[in-house]
Nanobody
């Protein structure tokens, strides 16, 4: 079983910054990509950023230049630095990880955290 636990959300004024963290735990052989998605009120879940085990990153156009994803493989932790927050960034932010549990099988599974709320006031 794999667990992802997010932290770092909160209420912040527009223009402020937050740093989200997500720690993965469990019987994991290797975590491939880790990422962040978000779901605003009344909307579907959307991609924000992802990072591979080698450090390659990808961002949604809407967050480029303001969001920075990073990763500490030794700690099985992914971070999301969010700067210049806007009211439209208000959402529940979910951590995602694609991991292999058994090296003899090498099948990749997709996992989600329970989310952390980010609220940006204008």
């Amino acid at each position: 079983q794999v667990q992802l636990v997010e932290s770092g959300g909160g209420l912040v004024q527009a223009g402020g910054s937050l740093r989200l963290s997500c720690v993965a735990s469990g019987s994991i052989f290797k975590i491939h990509s880790m990422g962040w998605y978000r779901q605003a009120p009344g909307k579907g879940r959307e991609f924000a950023a992802t990072i591979t085990s080698g450090g390659s990153t990808s961002y949604a156009d809407s967050v480029k230049g303001r969001f920075t994803i990073s990763r500490d493989n030794a700690k099985s932790t992914v971070y999301l630095q969010i700067n210049s927050l806007k009211p439209e960034d208000t959402a529940v932010y979910y951590c995602n990880a694609r991991a292999v549990l058994d090296p003899n099988v090498m099948r990749e599974f997709n996992y989600w955290g329970q989310g952390t709320q980010v609220t940006v006031s204008s």
